[in-house]
């Protein structure tokens, strides 16, 4: 099966200005999952969805981040404007379900560097 | 808070010999467990997990392990082989695995030759 597509790999930009990552589940994954990876942490949950509702976005800094899955499948993830300490990877995930039966799937990520 | 909390940013082992890898977590909600495998520019990758009605789960080489009253897994990876060079994340859930993930920091792994 193919994996979680992500674009685009690596991205840079001035802070203040905006940017948005792309993400395409693996077909038939009902949950999708954003994470973001600060270097020398672990990643952390910015939001996901189940099918396009949000289960849970408690750690989306909603003042510059918004996301949405259209139609249940592709999501984008966007920052709107971006700080230095945005800089980080961005994970996008999928499973076929929510819990422990469904291990996440993960994308390569996007590497955003704001300067 | 760091929930999960892995204290070796970095372990070394020869080909051949056990790897082991530690993590240690504050919540006593968590009752399900995963270890998850990263090379660099790829995304995590699953590896193996464990739910707090068990103390032990083995696929292959892998194994972890649970101490519930410690709040401590474990997993080893014996024998080492080369290809096991990762950053190995330790990932927490409750509910079964129903809730969120919450990540420790990663453990670099580095298998010589």
């Known amino acids: 099966e193919a994996g979680v597509a992500q674009s685009p790999r690596y991205k840079i930009i001035e802070k203040r200005q905006s940017v948005a990552f792309w993400c395409n589940p693996i077909s038939g994954h009902a949950t999708l999952y954003w994470y973001q990876q600060i270097l020398g942490q672990g990643p952390k949950l910015l939001i996901q969805f189940q099918n396009n509702g949000v289960v849970d976005d408690s750690q989306l800094p909603k003042d510059r981040f918004s996301a949405e899955r259209l139609k249940g499948v592709d999501s984008t993830l966007k920052i709107q404007p971006a700080k230095l300490e945005d800089s980080a990877v961005y994970l996008c995930?999928?499973?076929?379900?929510?819990?422990?039966?469904?291990?996440?799937?993960f994308g390569n990520g996007t590497r955003l560097t704001v300067t | 808070d760091q929930q999960v909390k892995q204290n070796s940013p970095s372990l070394s082992v020869q080909e051949g010999r056990i790897s082991i890898l530690n993590c240690d977590y504050t919540?006593?909600?968590?009752?399900?467990f995963l270890w998850y495998k990263k090379y660099p520019a790829e995304g995590p990758t699953f590896l193996i997990s464990i739910s707090s009605i068990k103390d032990k789960n083995e696929d292959g080489r892998f194994t972890v392990f649970l101490n519930k009253s410690a709040k401590h897994l474990s997993l080893h990876i014996v024998p080492s082989q080369p290809g096991d060079s990762a950053v190995y994340f330790c990932?927490?859930?409750?509910?079964?695995?129903?809730?969120?993930?919450?990540f420790g920091t990663g453990t670099r792994l580095t298998i010589i030759p």
């Open positions: 919540n006593s909600m968590f009752d399900y």
């Open positions: 990932a927490a859930s409750g509910n079964f695995g129903n809730e969120k993930l919450t």
């Open positions: 995930a999928s499973s076929l379900n929510q819990g422990s039966g469904s291990p996440l799937h």
